[in-house]
């Protein structure tokens, strides 16, 4: 069993207080105060349900590709460069739009974000219909997201 020292443990708690008040609301005389974010703003119940993405990456890939497509030669594009660099980008999407409406896929998942997604989707439909009480519901959902404080990626390890 891990032990913690002093230091971690209120760490641990200021986290939790954080999370607690900023997320889902802290606990004042046996109330529970409204969050500071909704949770509807966080909350990915019915991106799961779904089959919705869970998280902002395919954005933020998309931005970091576009960023280095406009400045690749210079750090500071003129106004005509970026023009041209957004008519290109809304040319490419138009081509992607006519694949979806063509009903072609993109690449499939890796296997083990797909079967993570197929995990969560099943502890949210078992959880949807009553059969899971919050605390089992939590979790397996806290098991399938297990990330490995190494490297910060999704532990493909039996659990």
């Not at 900023?22 to 909704?38: D, H, N, Y």
């Amino acid at each position: 069993m891990a032990t913690f020292s002093d230091e971690d443990v209120q760490s641990f708690r200021e986290y939790i207080d954080y999370l607690e008040t900023t997320c889902i609301g802290a606990v004042r005389f046996r109330s529970r105060r409204q969050p500071l974010l909704p949770i509807r703003c966080w909350n990915v119940f019915h991106r799961v349900q779904h089959d919705l993405p869970r998280t902002n990456n395919s954005i933020e890939g998309w931005h970091n590709a576009f960023s280095k497509r406009v400045s690749i030669s210079q750090s500071h594009p003129t106004l005509r460069r970026l023009i041209k660099k957004i008519m290109q980008e809304h040319g490419s999407n138009e081509t992607v739009i006519e694949q979806l409406n063509a009903e072609i896929v993109g690449p499939p998942l890796k296997k083990v974000h797909d079967a993570v997604n197929q995990r969560l989707k099943g502890i949210v439909e078992l959880y949807d219909s009553e059969n899971l009480h919050i605390d089992s519901y939590l979790r397996a959902i806290a098991h399938n997201l297990w990330i490995c404080l190494d490297n910060w990626q999704p532990c493909t390890a039996n659990r």
